[in-house]
Every structure is written in structure tokens, then in C-alpha cells.
């Protein structure tokens, strides 16, 4: 018969015995400016569109920061994540160019700070107003009479479509009839 163990006693602790070599950041408070600007810049790399101004930025990092502080463990992990960025890029993110930002972005893709930030992120800066307008996006239609009476096709940004009329022999379609095998 094999004994199992308890799952509340641990097997191997594992101790985190890298040396560091300057003394670990300190937590960034999540609602201070500081941490406000690291995420504008975090969220400006992620989401990078050249026209769009700082507005829906710092807009889109107050509701990331309002996000986190409904919940203490979301608050800790924002704290340790902005951290976490000041000492990858060797005590101060907001120094860091585009290209090595987004780096650091993608080594960290996966972690759940990033995770919580993309999940509040994609929404609260997708779903700006203004953000709206700078896509040509003009909201919802369906009380406008929806988007066949609203200009369905109205994209000025798409290529117009390259539509010609086939001179060629007629095509027989590859398509078997009804009780024939294909």
C-alpha cells in the first residue's frame, strides 16, 4: 500500500537563493502618479497606435488601477508587477525605449500581473469614446436602425474592391449532382 502525504505538508521547499546585487525596488504604490505613468507607457508600447493622443492612455491606466483596487490581490500583484518592471529595466521603466519596453513585455507576456492589465486594458481603452472616433467607429447602430440603413459600407479607409466581369468561357462547377459521387 503507498502512503500518500498530506497535501498540506510541502515536499521540497524551494528557497529563491539568486544573489541580487542591488536591494529588490520597492513596490510601486499602485494609485501613485509614478505608477500611473509606468502604466501609460506600458499600455502605449501594448497598444501602439501613432495617432492616438495620452488621453485614452491614462484613461485606460486609471481603470487598470480602479480594477486592481476592488481587489487586495490584484492591488499586490499591479505593485509587484510595476516593481518587477523598474528592476528589469535596472531601476527605471519609464527610461526605457519602445523596442526594449515591448521586450520586457513580451518576456512577461504571461504572468498574471500582465494578464489582469490586458483584461481590464483591452476593454476600458477599446471601449473610449474617443478612441471611437479616432477609429471610425461610430458606435452601436442598432438603435440608429442598424447598419444596413447606416452605412454598412462606408469604410473610407479599406481599398476600394477590385471587381471585373469574367470574358472567358463559361465554368463547368466541380460540384457533383444528385446521385453522383464526388
Known sequence: MVQQQSPKEPVNLQVDQTQHESPPAEPEVPGSDRAHRMLTRLLRVAYPHDGFPDGPYERTATAVQQEAATDAGDDRALSQGLASLDRAADG???????ADVEALLRDRADDYFFVRVRSTAIVALYDDK???????YEGSSYEHGGYVDRGFDDLDWLPDPRIEEFDGPPRTELVASEGESA
Not at 527605471?92 to 519602445?98: K, P
Open 92 to 98: 527605471d521603466f519609464l527610461a526605457l525605449g519602445d
Open 130 to 136: 474617443e478612441v471611437w472616433g479616432l477609429l471610425g
